[in-house]
Each structure stands twice: as structure tokens, then as C-alpha cells.
């Protein structure tokens, strides 16, 4: 299955690594959401200037795979696909490639999944993805290989 997918690039700062040197884990999960806000600012401006108006979007899981380690200086490229869509939910996978010193190399795969909510004075309720944002991902989603 072919995967088409955003890819949003990193440089990895010093102040991004511990003490031994290497990106501390939960980097990765940031990583993630600077993708997706760079995605949203870059293809569904409208969802974006809705958040001004009550729209939410409310991380509800996430998770990661580490594969390889990165270090300081390391460029990596983020690439991100749309796994589905489904009701006010929409889930996103990760695929993290090490692109510059070196060869490339996948070094870890992360998912997220995001609810669109309404926020309602203290409350929030769940409200169907945004037009604008399901065209957006659409390119992004998952294609199967001819056979």
C-alpha cells in the first residue's frame, strides 16, 4: 500500500537531547503536533481561524514507536497520512525519517487521534470534522497498490 503523506522537516536542537546526548522521547510526540499545525496552517486555513470561534481540537490518544535513535543537529523529516476519518474523529499516522547526517532511516512511527469538538460555554461537544479539513487530508490518505 502506497502512502502519501505531508512531511513537515525538523532540525533537531541541542536543547532537545539529555544528558547522554540523544532526543528525549517525548520530543517525538511535539513533533506530531507541529506537523499538524504546519499541515493546518498550510492547507485548511478556515479550520484554523475557527478555532477562534469555539472549534476544538482535542487530542484523545496518541502513541509512538522508537526505532532508531536521534541526535542533536539531525534533520528529520515528519511525514504525515490520514489512517481514516470517521464521525468528528480523525486519526493520523507518523512515520519519522532521518534525513540528513547520513543515510536515510526510518527512526520511529507514531498515530494520533483527534476529536473535532464545540466548545459551549463550559462545555464541549463533539461536532463533524470540518469540510475544509476532510478535503485537506483527503490527498493524504491511504491508497491501495494495484494488483
Known sequence: MTRPAYVHRH???FEET???GNVYFAH???WQGHCRESFLAEHAP??????DDGLALVTVACGMEYLRECRALDDIDIHMSLR???GSRVTMDFA?????PGPRELVA???QTIACMRRDGDRM???PVPLELRAALEPYQPVAAVR
Open 11 to 13: 532540525r533537531v536542537p
Open 18 to 20: 539529555n544528558l547522554t
Open 28 to 30: 517525538y510526540v511535539r
Open 46 to 51: 478556515q479550520t484554523v481561524a475557527a478555532l
Open 84 to 86: 481514516h476519518v470517521a
Open 96 to 100: 519519522y525519517w532521518r534525513a540528513a
Open 109 to 111: 512511527r507514531g498515530h
Open 125 to 127: 461537544e463533539p461536532e
